[in-house]
């Protein structure tokens, strides 16, 4: 704790006669100038003038230990400055980036929207079809119903047998090949229960 505190003693110090020389040297100035426009100077070369002017004060009292300690400091603060303005940096990166991907999910919601729509609509076609199809199924002859049940996709084909009435089911299922009877009745009894 004492180091630290003697090396904050020495900056303070220095630091102290480093603003008194430059307010010095800055009144100095001003009253050779009289009647000519003060100079603006860049961040840059501010702290290349402080820089300096550190190290000219400070080599005037010899001592090596205070000169080092300065430079450290300074150096110190300046690359605490500098990770200051990358932490900004990455901040601004990471709120853009948590933006775009808040973007992106709410499309994706959207989009997810669409789809489940999309799929509802065609359940209501399908359905539509099927009923249609029970409907022209029924005023059939079992032979005929029989040999169009038997080239559709077999879970329409379900779906229709369980539409219509057992008596016209169990006609149909007479009518048909029995391989095809086997299977479509296997799913039809399953469907059932």
Known sequence: MNAINLKLSLFLFALFFVTSAFTQETNEDSKKDNGEQKKSYSEAEFLDAVNKEVENRLAKYRNKNLVKLTKELMKKERSLELRELEIQ???ESLRESEGDLTKKLKEF??????LLGCLDQQDKNQSKRVRHMVDAISGMRPQNAA???SVQDVDISVKILGELPPEKVSKIFNSMDKEISARLQKQYMNMKR
């Open 109 to 114: 919601q959207q989009k997810g929207k669409r």
């Open 89 to 91: 940096k990455r901040e």
């Open 147 to 149: 040999d169009v049940l």
